[in-house]
């Protein structure tokens, strides 16, 4: 019924295509009873959702995928109110903290407590723990992290947290060193074209390997988006053979126009005119970093080897003054003028040497 | 103290002295004395504070007269005089020791006047219990006690204590300044109260002399009147005088008229008042400023007379008749009030708003009424309307006064009022003009309804264009001040450093006025600064005084080009800077980016325009630097904002002045309000609507089929990766036909768009577009996460109205048959032994299979399927597998959508549910006709 991404996503712990090992130990940690706390961790696409899903089937059994969303209301310390959806059955409960910005403190400490607080009712339940996930924990404020550390010990009785995060990075120490760490490696390319084949296989029509090749190239590890690409490409042309172009998403598109626009021409006007892009994009609601990263990356390739280390040094530099300001375009459009001033400078002296 | 009982009997000795004038007014060698008392008693309204040293006053008068015959009271007359401490006296001895009138002298010899009936009301042996008498008395005895000290110079009086001890309780009792600007009676009022509880000579006064010996004095009763308003009967009582002695005093009345209008004089040396209220203008006619401004104020007041006065509106006498008949207006004529109810009066600080309004309200005949908006819209503002406000304007006149009341709202633009909360002040307000007439046609009940407004209302504002406002400025007459021309307020305030003893040069005064923008207040503030060191003002003083003043009032605009563009000669000849101190900027830009308030705004203002410059910047390197600092900028301001440093507050204002030595030039195009920022916010918070609602989509969507579609929600990939392909799944090559005749490849990819579509619950919406031609439009519209620059991707085919008009559809049929299915799976899993139930599985079955013949018998069948089966189907089984099954075989799928008939008959099915009492035990099927 659903997209292909969503149809043929594993289940249970046996089914999934890649990464066994881990799978076996998840399993038989399930099967231990001594369930530790826990972080995923590992590139997005890699499947970390999906084997956090699988380990709960295997922990409560199918109960665990009966969900239901409720919306509940936080108060903060200052009388606002805030709305999160909150997704759980009868033994889990999943939470985004990252939804109520800087008052995720509110919604940790008020969640796991309850939870914390009441034991497992029913009694055919095969845990005696509830387990709280805690999607894209490396948003976690310094705060919100704080208070988790005290409460992950206080109430591991009734209680196991995982935690699911692209890099731990940004967790605080103290949280990593009381979770058993899990990397999600992202799939090779092999594992992946198994992956498509079979899903190829099962809605019953042949994917040519050049074509897999193609999309898992373009996808970068990420299966999620091989998925994605290849519904997409499926629709578009149904029978996959011949020369396929993959479509990138737009906004890549777009910021490699921009990138091209640098590279051309180095003038004021110019810059105002790459403004107005980054505008465009950020009213996307495209994150600044990954506009960063992107145009960066398609700039070094278009530019002379000597300057290339520059502009990766100052992206990088850039990026991390975005982090601590708050308008995302003074930090853009800086870099921007930066790597037009490098370029510059190098085709002068380049022109010098000439002469 | 044997100090004080030599000088106090010559005090004494004053008290008597205006009797003997009186008794022998035409005695020609007490002339200049007598002038002294007469003008004492036209002209004693001006002296307050001095009260104090009245009695020095007197006393030194009185050696001056004496000199030769009592040189060795001169000695402790000048031993007082240090001992109460009292410049002026000795000053007045040292200068003018003979000549009486000098006006110096004068007023000090109306202090005497004042404190005089105190004495003689202390010192008298005869007890008398009369009070009222007192202003006579006072007025003759003094005149006798001159005379009697040139005649006998050795009467001394012996009780000195109780009397110092009267004069100083009577030095507390006198009247304030405020009282003492007011006509003469008021002045003598609190004197004669205070010697009301003492004793009042009656018949004569006795005392005693230097040598012990007792004397009286006859006094002669007089019973005069002191007009309070007139000054004129005094003089006609003086007519004894003689006439060129009258002439003279008439010649001096108009100067001093004109002083006091001004509420003040020359001598006065209060240090403890502002000048700013010592010259606030208390007549019309003394106001300075825009004559027009002050005359459409007086107008709009006037306009309110036949409404607050009646229609005799010049008639002041009859007050209590209009009272009357203002009260009878709100039920006949309650439209005599002018259109605008309320005055709004606006401009800059310091141009005299509130003086106006006082002014021209005292002067039409109020009371005025003041209340600050600022300060009430601290508590709950709304409510001071209905506390304060609606019942003096109802009352008509403020509590204990006849006067009606006019209502003088200051500061305006801060109460609150924005938005369109009605419990706010503004709206309040506003609301209080409206009660009138509408009111009315309910009748004449007096109690019950609230009473129109029958007083005018004057309200000011420094800031028009305040977003509280917005309600109130369409019902106000508006009135703007402007400047007042700099010659009017250059000649007052040389009138009052004159007054002040402040020599100032006009040079120094137009400067500081130039520098204060024509704020008056700011003016007058800055002299009194300088006068409390210095008794000149010089240009140079002006300046260093008036350091910092002013520049608070810089606007946004100003700000922003005040960083793009040097000063302008005007203001740089304005301020007095120099070559030098114009280039340094650091300071003075920094105070201006700090006062204006609007730090982002400005660091917005300066990164949209800096690039708009053309500057020959070849390697970008001032850019560079503009933009770094703008970045540091940002990331001081984040931190603050983020980690509550407010102490990095004071570093943010110098962190855009860079942008002047990179940026400025003269003659360079004006910065315009930052706008790219605000419309790209407004797309973002489209955009992120749009996701949300999608978000909204997918999660209801993943909570009724317990997918896992969820983990597309995480922020970061339904941006980058959901939304551009989801687009492309959604577009495929479609051919706008029939959907009947398609071939089986394009029949099952519309299968397969139409099942993505429902169930990500996206829907294609009929609309118009704006040239009349029909669309179909996504809802939520997805695709605009495609379209950049308001550009489609390219790869994407457009969708035609035709294809899109088929998928629309075939949706609208996926969705009834949905819901079909939805309602009997609802109604199934109640009445497990309905005979639908058992079917239903099946029907679902076929549905998929497509057998168009079969659906129309489907009804009727009878179910024979398994129980288990339907158990099955109703508890967790997982949909998903559900759906999955069916799937598998979309080629046959495809052809059930086009048996048209069999979804008419599911439309007509009817269920119906059934639950008597709370509790699903008591369960049975029921013919329709037992409802019917």
């Not at chain 1, 499947?47 to 995928?65: D, M, N, P, V, Y």
């Not at chain 2, 990766?721 to 959604?730: D, G, L, Q, S, V």
Request: aromatic share 6%; charged share 30%; with cysteine.
């Amino acid at each position: 019924m659903t997209l292909w991404v969503d149809r043929y996503r594993p289940r249970t712990l046996d089914d999934l295509h890649y990464h066994r090992g881990l799978s076996e130990r998840l399993k038989s940690l399930a099967a231990s009873g001594d369930f530790p706390h826990m972080l995923f961790y590992g590139p997005s696409g890699a499947g970390k959702k999906t084997r956090i899903s699988c380990t709960l089937r295997q922990l409560f059994g199918a109960g665990a995928e009966k969900l239901k969303i409720d919306q509940r209301v936080f108060l903060t310390p200052s009388k606002r109110k805030l709305d999160v959806n909150i997704v759980q059955s009868n033994y889990h409960i999943e939470i985004t903290p990252s939804d109520v910005g800087i008052y995720d403190r509110v919604v940790i400490q008020d969640i796991l407590k309850e939870i914390a607080q009441t034991q497992q009712v029913d009694l055919n339940a095969k845990q005696r723990f509830k387990v709280v996930i805690i999607n894209e924990a490396d948003s976690l404020s310094r705060d919100a992290q704080a208070a988790l550390r005290r409460t992950m010990e206080k109430y591991m009785a009734n209680m196991r947290i995982i935690l699911c995060a692209n890099s731990t990075s940004k967790l605080i120490a103290p949280i990593k060193s009381r979770c058993l760490l899990i990397r999600v490696a992202a799939p090779d390319s092999q594992e992946m074209e198994d992956c498509l084949m079979y899903v190829a296989k099962k809605e019953k029509f042949h994917l040519p390997s050049e074509a897999a090749q193609e999309i898992i190239q373009d996808s970068n590890g990420n299966l999620r988006k091989a998925l994605l690409v290849l519904e997409a490409l499926k629709m578009q042309s149904p029978d996959l053979t011949g020369p396929l172009t993959i479509a990138k998403p737009d906004w890549e598109t777009y910021c490699h126009k921009v990138a091209d626009m640098i590279v051309q021409e180095q003038t004021p006007g110019r810059v105002m005119e790459v403004r107005a892009k980054l505008y465009e994009l950020l009213s996307h609601c495209i994150p600044a970093t990954v506009i960063l990263k992107t145009i960066a990356e398609r700039v070094v390739e278009r530019v002379d080897e000597t300057i290339k280390p520059d502009i990766m040094h100052w992206a990088a530099f850039y990026e991390v003054r975005m982090r601590l300001g708050s308008k995302k375009i003074f930090h853009l459009e800086a870099w921007v003028i930066k790597v037009m001033s490098i370029y510059k400078h190098f085709v002068y002296s380049f022109d010098m040497e000439d002469f | 103290m044997a100090q004080v009982a030599t000088f106090l009997p010559t005090g004494l000795l004053d008290d008597v002295e205006p009797e003997v004038l009186s008794t022998e007014p035409h005695s020609g060698a007490e002339q200049p004395q007598s002038e002294g008392s007469v003008i004492s008693s036209t002209n004693a309204t001006t002296k307050s504070a001095n009260a104090l040293f009245a009695p020095n006053g007197l006393l030194s008068e009185m050696l001056d007269d004496d000199e030769e015959e009592e040189t060795g009271k001169r000695d402790s007359g000048g031993k007082v005089s240090s001992f109460i401490s009292n410049g002026l006296l000795s000053e007045d001895m040292d200068d003018d020791p003979v000549d009486n009138s000098q006006s110096a002298r004068q007023s000090q010899i109306r202090m005497d006047f004042v404190q005089d009936p105190l004495r003689t009301a202390s010192d008298p042996p005869t007890p008398s219990t009369e009070t009222n008498i007192v202003s006579p008395t006072i007025f003759a005895p003094t005149g006798l006690l001159s005379d009697s000290i040139d005649d006998d110079a050795d009467i001394q009086l012996p009780d000195a204590k109780p009397q110092k001890e009267q004069s100083q309780s009577q030095d507390d009792n006198l009247p304030s300044i405020s009282d003492l600007l007011q006509p003469y009676r008021k002045d003598t009022e609190p004197s004669a109260s205070a010697s009301s509880s003492s004793y009042v000579p009656f018949g004569s006064i006795s005392g005693t002399t230097h040598e012990g010996r007792p004397i009286y004095f006859r006094r002669k009763l007089k019973s005069k009147k002191i007009n309070a308003v007139e000054n004129r009967p005094r003089v006609s009582n003086l007519l004894e005088t003689p006439i060129h002695r009258l002439r003279q005093q008439l010649a001096k009345i108009p100067t001093s008229l004109s002083s006091l209008s001004l509420g003040n004089e020359s001598q006065s040396s209060s240090e403890t008042q502002l000048w700013v209220d010592r010259y606030r203008p208390s007549r019309f006619s003394d106001l300075c400023g825009d004559e027009r401004v002050h005359r459409e104020t007086m107008n709009w007041l006037k306009e309110w007379d036949s409404c607050v006065f009646g229609k005799k509106r010049n008639n002041k006498a009859k007050k209590p008749f209009r009272e009357e008949a203002d009260s009878n207006f709100e039920y006949k004529d309650p439209f005599h009030r002018p259109r605008e109810k309320i005055l709004l009066l606006s401009g800059p600080a310091g141009f005299g708003k509130t003086t106006l309004a006082h002014v021209a309200a005292k002067q039409a005949g109020y009371d005025v009424m003041e209340i600050n908006a600022r300060r009430a819209s601290d508590s709950r503002s709304g409510q001071v309307v209905d506390e304060r406000i609606r019942p003096t304007l109802e009352s008509g006149s403020a509590i204990g006064s006849k006067k009606p009341v006019c209502l003088v709202i200051d500061e305006i633009d801060g109460a609150t009022g924005a938005g369109d909360n009605a419990s706010s002040f503004v709206q309040k307000l506003v609301a209080l003009t409206f009660e009138g007439p509408r009111k009315k046609t309910r009748g004449d009940a007096k109690g019950k309804g609230k009473r129109p407004l029958l007083r005018p209302i004057i309200c000011i504002c420094n800031d028009l264009y305040a977003s509280s406002l917005t309600k109130l400025r369409q019902y106000a007459r508006i009135i703007r001040f402007t400047r007042p021309s700099d010659i009017v307020l250059t000649k007052r305030l040389r009138w009052i450093c004159e007054n002040e003893g402040l020599k100032a040069e006009s040079r120094a005064l137009s400067t500081l006025i130039g520098i204060a923008k024509g704020d008056m207040r700011g003016c007058l503030n800055t002299l009194q600064f300088i006068r409390a060191r210095k008794l000149e003002v010089t240009e140079a003083m002006v300046r260093s005084a008036t350091v910092g003043m002013k520049e608070a009032e810089s606007s946004f605009s100003t700000t922003l080009s005040s960083l793009f563009a040097p000063l302008a000669k005007k203001r740089v000849k304005e301020l007095g800077i120099g070559e030098a101190e114009e280039n340094r900027f650091v300071t003075r830009l920094s105070r201006d980016l700090e006062d204006s308030g609007s730090l982002d705004r400005l660091a917005l203002g300066c990164f949209e325009h800096y690039t708009t410059l053309r500057h020959a910047d070849a390697t970008l390197e001032r850019h560079e630097k503009g933009s770094e600092w703008l970045m540091t900028f940002d990331s001081f301001s984040g931190t603050m904002r983020s980690e509550r440093e407010y102490g990095l507050l004071p570093y943010l204002s110098y962190l855009l002045v860079p942008f002047y030595p990179l940026f400025n030039e003269r003659g360079a195009p004006k910065p315009e309000r930052p706008k790219a920022d605000w419309e790209n916010l407004m797309k973002t918070r489209a955009s992120e609507e749009i996701y949300k609602s999608m978000r909204g989509c997918l999660q209801s969507n993943a909570g009724q089929r317990f997918s896992g579609i969820r983990h597309l929600l995480a922020n970061e990939n339904l941006q980058l990766e959901f939304a551009p392909y989801i687009n492309r799944i959604i577009s495929p090559p479609l051919r706008p036909i029939n959907s009947q005749v398609t071939k089986p490849k394009d029949r099952a990819i519309l299968n397969r768009l139409v099942e993505i579509m429902v169930s990500l619950e996206l829907r294609l919406v009929q609309d118009k577009a704006e040239d009349g031609q029909l669309v179909y439009l996504l809802d939520p519209p997805i695709d605009a996460f495609i379209t950049y620059d308001s550009k489609r991707a390219t790869d994407i085919p457009v969708a035609r109205y035709a294809t899109r008009h088929l998928i629309a559809g075939e949706i609208d049929a996926q969705i009834i048959q949905q819901q079909a299915d939805a309602v009997e799976k609802a109604s199934s899993s109640k009445k497990k032994f309905d005979m639908f139930s058992r079917n239903r599985k099946q029907k679902d079955g076929e549905d998929e299979t497509g057998d168009p013949g079969s659906s129309p018998s489907r009804p009727g069948q009878p179910g024979n399927a398994k129980r288990k089966a339907a158990e099955l189907d109703i508890a967790d089984r997982p949909p998903v597998d559900f759906f999955g099954r069916p799937i598998e075989s979309t080629a046959p799928k495809s052809k059930k959508l086009k048996g048209q008939d069999a979804l008419v008959q599911k439309a007509y099915r009817v269920s119906f549910k059934y639950n008597e009492g709370n509790s699903a035990a008591v369960r049975k099927p029921l013919k329709m006709s037992s409802f019917i």
